[in-house]
C-alpha cells in the first residue's frame, strides 16, 4: 500500500501487551465533536488533537484484525486521511464520532482484507446460535482468559485463527468494548448477528486457547 501524505503527523507505537482499556464513547462525545467543528473550520491544531486522541485505538483495531505492524500502520495512515477528505460526511447528530471512526476503519479493513485474500470466509451462524450461547455461558470474556507477559502476542495468534467476520466482532466487543448497538452501527447488521458473531467467536476462540493449552 503506498504511504500517504497527511498535512499532519501520526505517531504510532505497537501494543507490548494488552490495549489500554477502552474509555466510554460517550466521555468523548462533545469533545470529539467540538473538534470535528474546528477542523472543518481550518484549525490546523484541532486536526492534530483529532489525531492525537484517535490514534492509539484505530491502530489497535488495524494490528488485531491484520496481526502485522506494518500494515496496521499502512492501513491506520489511509484511516486518517480518508478522514482528512471527508470529515464534512459527519453529523454528530447521528451518532458519536468514535462509531462513525470505527466504521470507516473497518470499511478500509475489510477493502484491505478483499485486495489480498481474493474472497472473505463466511458463515451461517444463526442457525447453531442456541448452542454457541450455551457454551459461550462457560466461558470467560475474552481478555480474562490469559494472563502474564505473553498473553498480548498469544492472543493475537489465536485472534488470525478465527474468520475475519468473526474476529472483527470479537475485538470491537471484547478489545475495544463497544456496546452491542455500537457494533451494530460499524457492521450495518442487528444486534441478533452481532451477538451470534460473538457467541461462535468466543467459542472458536477458546477452542483455539484450549488446543495451544493455555486455558482449560
Known amino acids: 500500500m503506498a504511504a500517504a501524505t497527511l498535512p499532519f503527523s501520526v505517531t504510532l507505537n505497537a501494543p507490548a501487551a494488552w490495549p489500554v482499556s477502552a474509555i466510554s464513547l460517550e466521555k468523548y462525545l462533545d469533545a470529539d465533536?467540538?473538534?470535528?467543528?474546528?477542523?472543518?473550520g481550518g484549525d490546523d491544531t484541532?486536526?492534530?488533537?483529532?489525531?492525537?486522541?484517535?490514534?492509539r485505538r484505530v491502530y489497535s483495531i488495524c494490528y488485531r484484525f491484520t496481526g502485522a505492524d506494518s500494515e496496521?500502520?499502512?492501513i491506520t495512515q489511509e484511516v486518517f486521511l480518508r478522514i482528512f477528505q471527508t470529515l464534512k460526511s459527519?453529523?454528530?447528530?447521528?451518532?458519536?464520532?468514535?462509531?462513525?471512526?470505527?466504521?470507516?476503519?473497518?470499511?478500509?479493513?475489510?477493502?484491505n482484507y478483499?485486495?489480498?485474500?481474493?474472497?472473505?470466509?463466511?458463515?451461517?451462524?444463526?442457525?447453531?446460535?442456541p448452542v454457541l450461547e450455551e457454551r459461550a455461558t462457560q466461558t470467560t470474556r475474552t481478555d480474562g482468559r490469559v494472563e502474564g507477559r505473553e498473553a498480548s502476542e498469544i492472543l493475537q495468534s489465536a485472534l488470525q485463527r478465527l474468520s475475519p467476520e468473526l474476529r472483527e466482532t470479537?475485538?470491537?466487543?471484547?478489545?475495544?468494548e463497544l456496546e452491542?448497538?455500537?457494533?451494530?452501527?460499524?457492521?450495518?447488521?442487528p444486534?441478533?448477528?452481532?451477538?451470534?458473531?460473538?457467541?461462535?467467536?468466543?467459542?472458536?476462540?477458546?477452542?483455539?486457547l484450549r488446543r495451544w493449552k493455555v486455558v482449560v
Open 33 to 40: 465533536a467540538k473538534l470535528v467543528e474546528r477542523c472543518l
Open 46 to 55: 484541532a486536526w492534530e488533537e483529532l489525531v492525537k486522541t484517535h490514534t
Open 72 to 74: 496496521a500502520q499502512d
Open 90 to 111: 459527519f453529523r454528530a447528530g447521528e451518532g458519536s464520532f468514535a462509531v462513525w471512526l470505527t466504521r470507516l476503519t473497518r470499511n478500509l479493513l475489510i477493502d
Open 114 to 129: 478483499r485486495r489480498n485474500k481474493k474472497q472473505r470466509i463466511t458463515d451461517s451462524l444463526e442457525d447453531q446460535l
Open 170 to 176: 470479537v475485538v470491537l466487543r471484547d478489545l475495544e
Open 180 to 189: 452491542y448497538r455500537e457494533i451494530a452501527d460499524v457492521l450495518k447488521v
Open 191 to 208: 444486534e441478533g448477528t452481532v451477538k451470534s458473531r460473538l457467541n461462535r467467536g468466543r467459542a472458536e476462540l477458546a477452542k483455539v
